[in-house]
């Protein structure tokens, strides 16, 4: 008869795992600070005459999403929900569903640009208090 158990790729016990949920939340916080970057560099890109309002519409929409989805595991509902009129702001404009697109949607950046940076000014310093060692 054919051995029909798999072979063991991890052992006989299980990896325990060093990251926690606050660790992965924590380098989320830290995170931030580049999408808040991102989002100006992307809202500069929608002002400029070489760029395709609707690949500028789809970049937002796509950094929103992303944004959107991780905020609402990380618990901001505040910065979730400015994520999402970006989003939807950004997909209607897409679509061609909105007829005010490009005011609309720098409104929207100017909110969730808003949330980070109220969010950033707050982690930056306890950040800095929860990565100093202890003596």
């Not at 209607?92 to 940076?117: F, H, N, Y």
Request: with cysteine; proline share 5%.
């Amino acid at each position: 008869m054919p051995h029909t158990e798999p072979p063991s790729l991890w052992g006989s016990k299980p990896a325990a795992l060093d990251v926690t949920y606050e660790d992965v939340r924590q380098s989320f916080l830290i995170r931030l600070h580049s999408e808040e970057a991102r989002l100006i560099a992307l809202s500069s890109a929608l002002g400029s005459a070489d760029v395709d309002a609707a690949s500028a519409f789809v970049d937002l929409e796509m950094f929103a999403h992303r944004l959107r989805g991780a905020a609402a595991v990380f618990g901001l509902p505040e910065l979730r929900d400015a994520a999402k009129g970006l989003e939807l702001a950004a997909a209607d404009a897409v679509a061609g569903r909105s007829s005010i697109g490009k005011p609309l949607i720098q409104e929207k950046v100017r909110i969730l640009g808003a949330r980070l940076t109220c969010l950033n000014a707050f982690t930056r310093s306890s950040v800095m208090v929860t990565s100093v060692p202890a003596n």
